[in-house]
């Protein structure tokens, strides 16, 4: 025997777990770097109006919990992924979409577990799942942030999950009870998958005598709503909550039945509001491929290879139960409102993936097996398709965003003492884009105002308080979805445009996506301009008394009208500043202020009644509010000064104290672990 002879060729077990590797690690890894690269090429970011509020209830989840009376935020689902990824890498833009990208992203993933699962073989599934990945509508929904996204997820688990764990059916039932029981508590939606769940359980039980799976679930299911009811019942008094606070529905009227009832299918089969795409070419290709099948199934005696099989009509029940329930069920389960039907794209989410898995499935199905190399071509050309068309659907996102970012790094080498824009934006402006240059930047808060010709009456109202240096943007309106684009300052539905004293400074062109476009543009104010009206601080002419002035400013400010209540209390604290009234006066004049979002004057006023009253009985609400305008001014370090100073001198504030021991908490939730870290070992 010769033992110096060695053989180079892998042994059978070698072989195998090279092979295991391949199938259960490289390709998935390829799969889930291609469709996060192709989200981060498309990102569209903050386009939805819904972010403002998703973003809040995220950070302030992540700080100290939900807030029990919030519909929304007792659908933990919505935000639990977000505060997670806010407690570990701190409040920004990236753990904003980080979770929507990697959620819609690992979706390819799944689809290629089923693919394999069902026995296609590995680089017909990885091309498949390639094409889905590219899918238009998971690509756009992968670049922006909707709560629709995390269902779809959910959703798309759970289907992997029936699939995949098929010969486990005990593990099977756990897992598609947990995913169903978490996407309920995202949107209660999720049941519109329950008929055709329930139907395949009943198949599986009469034709192959597999029952545990269906049993499992159901006893899972009920276990997880039953605990959870249980926790809601104690906490509440109510079993179901979120189900008697949802949002709110919008009844259609008769005459617009119509085209309520077509609004969704066209949304499908047509485009969105902009006129770009949504989900392409795909439901065309299902059409096309379900009849093909359909024909097939019809003509199997003829010698027709092809036909419908039970996997075919799964996938079909699976989009077609949902997107029926979805277009004619109740909305809110109110049958009063019934033609309340959902309104906007993103509700669609949950059909694209299993819509697109059936695609390829089809793709792959109706291509002969020696012609290999054409269901492979095939898939790569579909890909291509998806590429193209998902660049159209993110295109209005993706415009809106690069002209924000150049927006933001030209502020940011000017650093303005004041920046006014459209109050959605603002938000964000404050809070992400330049939340860091607080201290130098005031983002001049535009509040509950929309239309075009309310902001500019804002402005003709306001300028007077701004300083020279100031910058404003305009043309830049709100979102890009939900027809909130002439929001804001829109200089061509203005009546009487700028004061000459605005002058421009940048010209970015306008938005071509914009049905009604007008170039994005950034003025500088170059001069303090004169009042055009009194002021709300001005004082009240007349001989009232200190109470009756104090009276007519209460019934302003009970009727929410703290502009026209302020002059009131102002002029009941300087007029009569001996009177029993005016240490309240000053404290509601103050808050009147804060009402406002004028917040550098509420601070100013709330300091000098500190000053003036060093032992009042406003004095822990001024430094509390206080630490608000500062953290509104995005100056934490002066805003938990404040709070700690509530907490420190006044211990026994049973209700200020816990609340600014809650914005301390929101305040740290802002810092991820990693800062917080760095922070404790004193590494800057």
């Not at 059909?351 to 898939?379: C, E, I, Q, Y």
């Not at 002021?535 to 502009?563: H, Y």
């Amino acid at each position: 025997m010769d033992v110096s002879r060695t053989d180079s060729s892998p042994t059978p077990f070698a072989a195998g777990r090279w092979s295991a590797l391949l199938r259960r690690v490289v390709l998935p890894a390829v799969i889930l770097a291609w469709a996060c690269a192709l989200r981060v090429v498309f990102f569209s970011g903050f386009v939805l109006c819904d972010d403002r509020e998703e973003f809040w209830i995220a950070v302030h989840a992540s700080a100290y919990g939900p807030v029990l009376s919030d519909q929304f935020q007792l659908r933990f689902g919505i935000w639990l992924f977000n505060a997670a990824a806010f407690k570990l890498f701190g409040v920004s833009e990236f753990a904003f979409f980080a979770p929507t990208v990697l959620m819609s992203a690992s979706l390819g993933v799944a689809g290629y577990a089923i693919l394999v699962r069902w026995g296609y073989a590995l680089l017909p599934a990885f091309a498949a799942a390639l094409m889905i990945a590219a899918a238009p509508f998971e690509v756009l929904l992968g670049t922006l942030r909707a709560n629709d996204v995390i269902l779809a997820w959910l959703v798309g688990l759970a289907l992997a999950a029936l699939i995949v764990l098929d010969s486990r059916p005990v593990w099977q039932g756990l897992a598609v009870a947990l995913f169903g029981w978490l996407a309920f508590y995202v949107k209660l939606w999720v049941v519109y998958f329950l008929p055709v769940l329930g139907l395949h359980y009943l198949l599986e039980t009469w034709r192959r005598g597999r029952w545990r799976g269906g049993v499992v679930f159901a006893l899972a299911s009920l276990v997880l709503h039953g605990a959870t009811c249980a926790f809601w019942k104690r906490r509440t008094g109510t079993w179901l909550p979120f189900l008697w606070h949802h949002a709110a529905t919008y009844p259609v009227r008769p005459e617009d039945l119509s085209r309520v009832f077509r609004i969704y299918p066209d949304l499908l089969l047509h485009g969105s509001e902009l006129g770009t795409t949504l989900f392409g070419s795909v439901p065309y290709l299902v059409v096309l491929g379900l009849a093909l099948k359909l024909a097939g199934t019809g003509a199997r005696r003829l010698g027709v290879p092809y036909r419908m099989d039970a996997r075919d009509w799964a996938l079909f029940g699976c989009y077609a139960s949902f997107l029926l329930l979805l277009n004619f069920f109740p909305n809110s389960f109110t049958f009063d409102r019934y033609y309340s039907v959902p309104r906007i794209f993103r509700y669609l989410a949950p059909l694209s993936f299993p819509m697109t898995l059936h695609l390829a499935k089809m793709v792959l199905d109706l291509v002969p097996a020696r012609a290999g190399w054409l269901s492979l071509a095939a898939l790569l050309a579909l890909t291509g398709s998806n590429l193209r068309q998902s660049a159209q659907a993110t295109a209005p996102g993706r415009a809106y965003r690069a002209r924000l970012m150049a927006i933001v790094r030209d502020v940011r080498e000017r650093r303005p003492p004041m920046l006014v824009t459209e109050g959605w934006v603002s938000y964000f402006l404050s809070n992400v884009y330049l939340r860091d240059l607080a201290r130098k930047i005031e983002v001049v808060p535009v509040i509950d105002i929309y239309d075009a010709r309310d902001y500019e009456a804002w402005l003709w109202r306001r300028q007077s308080g701004l300083v020279p240096g100031t910058l404003l943007l305009t043309g830049f309106g709100s979102c890009v979805h939900y027809s909130a684009i002439r929001d804001g300052f829109r200089l061509a539905l203005f009546q009487r445009g700028l004061d000459p004293a605005w002058k421009l400074l940048k010209d970015y062109g306008p938005l071509a996506y914009h049905p009604d476009p007008e170039p994005v543009r950034l003025w500088k104010l170059t001069e303090r301009l004169p009042a055009t009206q009194p002021k709300p601080a001005d004082l009240v002419e007349g001989s009232q008394g200190p109470e009756e002035l104090f009276k007519a400013g209460m019934g302003r400010f009970d009727e929410g009208k703290p502009a026209e209540a302020a002059p009131y209390f102002h002029t009941v604290a300087t007029d009569f500043p001996a009177s029993p009234f005016a240490e309240d006066a000053e404290y509601y004049y103050a808050i009147c202020l804060f009402r406002e979002g004028r917040w550098r004057e509420t601070i100013t006023a709330f300091e000098e009644l500190v000053g003036r009253r060093t032992a009042g009985r406003w004095v822990p609400a001024a430094y509390y509010h206080i630490g608000l305008s500062y953290a509104a001014l995005g100056d934490h370090d002066r805003a938990r000064e404040a709070f700690e100073t509530v907490r420190r001198k006044f211990p026994r504030e049973e209700t200020l104290g816990p609340n600014a021991a809650d914005q301390l908490a929101l305040l740290d939730a802002q810092e991820s672990l990693l800062e917080r870290l760095r922070k404790w070992l004193g590494i800057r």
